[in-house]
């Protein structure tokens, strides 16, 4: 495997703080609404980015 650049692992570690934030978020926004059809888009949007977060962790192994 490459070596990652300082600069890439930078990058990557503020990718992996904004898909947290925006994870987190998503899921605050679920438990926040009584409406189904939104409680799923939010459910939805966290496991995405869940998924984003998942995908840029992967490359630091």
Do not use: P, W
Request: net charge negative; with cysteine.
């Amino acid at each position: 495997m490459a070596q990652i650049t300082e600069k890439e692992l930078s990058a990557l570690g503020d990718l992996l703080s904004m898909e947290s934030v925006l994870c987190a978020k998503c899921h605050d926004m679920a438990n926040c609404t009584q409406d189904t059809a939104l409680k799923d888009q939010y459910t939805q949007m966290a496991q995405r980015h869940q998924r984003h977060f998942d995908e840029l962790f992967s490359n630091l192994k």
